[in-house]
């Protein structure tokens, strides 16, 4: 099979013809038609993880059918639909054991430590799956670990928000943030999306946003419309948006930053954090729990993956240019077929 392998960092990915996996007693083999390109996979090439053991197929975004069933796996069945967390926890750690395996220290990343899913075959473990349900689409399960699992982990479970309330959503056009806003607005939000390109607004508008804010000073911006701060801000940009989107907050507002944020550090204005009892939160991936429930709110049809196009596995180094560049909205896609 055609796998797109990282065999040296900060060097185009290799297209390679390699066996597909075996599988060890807890694994089965999935069979991907689709794999999502995540701008991690990018900082993963450009050497920002070191623990990443090459040469390694890139690509944590796996789903597809089960083919082959090791014999200790249970709670599978050849031909079932999964998909996967982007890592195997460890199982048995304190975080594993209470249900926040996204926390876990151990565990293995796909596309870092183990192979991932840039290919057409993953071996993977059973303990890092969930089923779809038959009405999600590929592509929508293909994302339900590292985008609306990942959004749904930081807004509910760690954000805590809760039906009317406010929630700001910065770097709303990107592919975290697209799918923020729509999440938000499925759990009964009142969405601010703030997009540093307006001609992203009617979109977000269309994805359930109630008010689109692309000034610099976007902080007043809501305080003037809506006469108060926000309950919650996903903050998935960093620098460029922190400090604003921080002062954003109301009385017991808590500020969550996700996905891969622009690293330089921020200003934290300290006296507001005490004055206004706010909290400050970072999170992590998904559970299979945070899957579930996105793939719950895929198959109601109140969320749907936001794809840019779709590409084919020889196309991928220049895909990763074209995202480096922000030159598109929403997922890119790879076709694994041969
Ligand atoms: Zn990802
Ligand atoms: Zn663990």
Redo the contacts with the bound molecule.
Sequence with gaps: MKAAVLEELKKPLQIRNVDAPEISSSEVLIRQNVT?I????ILTVDGFFPRVRMPVVLG??ISGTIEKVGPDVEGFRIGDRVASL?YTPCGTCEFCLRGDENLCPNKKTFGETVNGGYTRYVAASASSLVKVPDNVPDVDAS?S???TG?VYNAIKRVGGLEEGQKILVTGAGGGVGSHAVQIAKALGAYVIAKTSSPWKAEKLHSLGADMVVTSDSFDREIKEKLGEGVHLVLESVGLPTFERGFRSLRPSGKLVVIGNVDPTPVNLPLGLLILKGNTVSGSISSTRDDMKKALELTAQGRIRAIVHKTIHLEEVNSAHVEMKNKMSMGRIMIDVHE
Excluded: Q, S
């Design positions: 999502g995540c701008f991690r996979d944590h975004e982007i994302i670990a590292c985008v990942m």
